[in-house]
């Protein structure tokens, strides 16, 4: 416990005084005896020295002054402080009382301060949400694919933004790769579902068509035109929609550009497109080189586009 320098002298000076005061009055009361008995022995012409009488003196001797006179005091003595009564009483147990307040009293101050509860810390700001991918605008698209009918970039703009947001199609590289296969496979998104009939297609088993009339059941739809018994349940697994049972639902726009970016995914083509180049691309979704130069020429007029707006 730390106590000031002042506190530790104040608390010397009233030990002090208390043991000078003590010894004091011990001292009195022998030499008291000792003049008591001299009186004694002299005769009744001998008395004690007047001091040893007068109450003041010993007041005096241990540094109080005397007890006030009834009449002396005042209405403001009332609001004295115990310190202060002790030191205005003329008694040795004013002086213990004053000892006594001194000492509370430096207790009192030398307690630790009770420190104020520390303020909880500031939440920390929460981090902004990261920026949703830039999509292609109805502009865009239109410079990408020339031709495409106004109406047709209307309706099919969100679906396409969309799609290519879930599929981490999100740079202009792949942006272009993607639209550039989905203009030649839909004939600059003028069908979703191939003009052939697809009898070209019965019987091969690569693509699953192991029944009779798969060929043309399942023959392509879609901006990527899917095609074959075996991708139609593929996707069926990965958009909950039975294409199997409803093979024409994968024309529908709702379903086109969904089922066209689990294609591109699905052939890891995203990292194909920023590696490979786009004649790979074009190969892994064609199967060969079917319009390969009307693919390049697309690609590169959507980077031309997507790059420098």
Sequence with gaps: MYVSHSRHVRAAIAAAALITAGTSVMGLGATAVANADTAIAAGPSISAPARYLEGGTLFSTIGFEALPKPESASAESATDTPADAAASDGSATGAFAALSAFVTDSAAETEPATE???????????????????????????????????????????????????????????????????????????????????????????????????????????????????????VSEYTGVDFIAHPELLAAPENAFTTAAWYWTSR???????????????????????????????????LDVLIRP
């Design 116 to 234: 104020s509860a520390a303020e909880p810390a500031a939440e920390p700001a929460p981090e902004p949400a990261p920026a949703p991918p830039a999509g292609v605008t109805p502009e865009d698209l239109a410079r990408i694919v020339p031709g495409i009918a106004a109406e047709k970039i209307a309706a099919y703009i969100a679906p396409l933004n969309e799609a290519m947001a879930r599929s981490g199609i999100d740079n202009p590289v792949r942006q272009a790769a993607f639209i550039a296969q989905l203009a030649v496979e839909s004939d600059s998104f003028r069908t979703f579902e191939e003009y052939a009939s697809g009898r070209a297609y019965e019987g091969r088993a690569d693509l699953g068509n192991t029944q009779p009339g798969d060929g043309e059941r399942y023959k392509g739809r879609g901006a990527i035109q899917i095609t074959g018994r075996h991708n139609y349940e593929k």
């Design 268 to 302: 890891n083509l995203n990292q194909v497109a920023d590696t490979a180049g786009i004649v790979r691309v074009s190969e892994l979704v064609n199967g060969g080189h079917h319009a390969l130069s009307r693919r390049i020429a697309d690609f590169q007029r959507g």
